[in-house]
């Protein structure tokens, strides 16, 4: 070989030499910039705003010494977390329908995907997942990824049971978010799930049971009177709706309802009729339930120089509190029987 073939051999070798050494020089530099704003310990970046969000941790924080404050306040909510993680469908009123994915999902995309759903039926609906190394959730978070979704859709509500066109337009709506995720799709029959709704809906119309008074003010008087006189009673404010407290997350046992006021903000509209109803499925269970709406309707009607009715519009007959009572009670007891207690969660969904 010439002296210029050697040279140009020579000079294709550090040329080839040089551009690995640059391309190895580059590699580095984008490695190190790529860890510079990752934090140990495995943080997801793309949910710093919900790492920001929830508490510090005792390290971040710095050390603090157990009280019984703090202890006191965090008790409760660690409660209602592990209640709300081992909750799962509930077979007496819902129906379940099972997505298989074959890879993990993010959560945030399947729940704008399962948003659909609200168009498809009246009836609610609850979302259980479980996450690849088998943990168990209610609802979904946002940054996790699934392998198992369970939609837990309610049978019936007071609109009536589950039909055949809700359940179809609500298999439809999944069957194609399945197909978008390669998943397999699992659930019950469409007749025996109309047929269980249908069956389950005669059961709680014949248990449901609303009892009202009315109060009627002649002449009318103004709302904000009206609203002063009620609270003075023992009514409180919830967005538009005026109610009896209860303790807890307990639903009201006793509204207030204000015919012709949409808004209890108002003070110059003319009342002149007041509704007052206990929903007896949705109230936790009392000795007199009536009996006592009724001592307070009477209480409100004296302050506000009104007539106390029926629903019917006819003046309440003295003692009649005895034996509404008793068949509250018994009704109770059926409810109890049947598996649906007045106030328990799964009644208060089927008499949503």
């Known amino acids: 070989m010439s002296d210029l073939q050697i040279g140009l051999i020579v000079l294709g070798l550090l040329f080839v030499a040089g551009v690995l050494a640059f391309n190895w020089w580059q590699d580095r530099r984008a490695r190190a910039r790529m860890q510079v704003p990752f934090p140990e310990g495995g943080t997801d970046p793309l949910m710093a705003e919900e790492a920001s969000a929830r508490p510090a941790t005792a390290k971040e924080?710095?050390?603090?010494?157990?009280?019984?404050?703090?202890?006191?306040?965090?008790?409760?909510?660690?409660?209602?977390?592990?209640?709300?993680?081992?909750?799962?469908?509930?077979?007496?009123?819902?129906v379940v329908i099972e997505l298989h994915f074959p890879e993990p999902v993010v959560g945030k995309e399947l729940a704008l995907e399962l948003e659909r759903l609200k168009e498809a039926s009246n009836k609610s609906y609850r979302i259980f997942a479980r996450t690849f190394d088998q943990a168990h959730r209610v609802g979904l978070r946002g940054h996790e990824s699934y392998g198992l979704v369970q939609v837990?859709?309610?049978?019936?509500?007071?609109n009536g049971p589950l039909t055949d066109i809700e359940w179809s337009q609500i298999w439809l709506c999944l069957q194609e978010i399945a197909e978008k995720f390669d998943a397999t799709m699992d659930g019950p029959d469409q007749k025996k799930v109309v047929e269980k709704?249908?069956?389950l809906d005669e059961t709680c119309a014949a248990l449901d049971m609303q009892l009202g008074v009315a109060i009627v003010l002649e002449p009318p008087k103004k709302s904000q009177d009206v609203m002063f006189v009620a609270r003075s009673c023992g009514f409180v404010q919830t967005g538009n709706v005026l109610h009896l407290p209860t303790r807890g997350r307990k639903p009201p046992h006793v509204t207030l309802v204000i015919q012709g006021l949409d808004n209890p903000a108002k003070s110059d509209v003319q009342i002149s009729r007041l509704d007052m109803l206990l929903d007896v499925p949705r109230s936790e269970p009392q000795e007199r339930p009536f009996g006592k709406m009724l001592e307070t309707a009477v209480r409100l009607a004296q302050k506000l120089e009104a007539q106390l009715v029926d629903d019917q519009g006819r003046p309440i007959e003295p003692g009649c509190e005895e034996a509404i009572d008793q068949q509250v009670r018994e009704l109770y007891q059926k409810m109890q029987a049947l598996g649906l207690p007045a106030g328990h969660p799964r009644t208060l969904r089927v008499f949503s």
């Open 197 to 199: 709704a249908a069956s």
């Open 61 to 94: 924080a710095g050390r603090r010494e157990p009280g019984l404050h703090e202890d006191e306040a965090a008790a409760p909510r660690a409660r209602e977390e592990r209640k709300e993680e081992s909750d799962e469908p509930d077979p007496t009123c819902e």
């Open 152 to 158: 837990a859709v309610l049978m019936v509500n007071r």
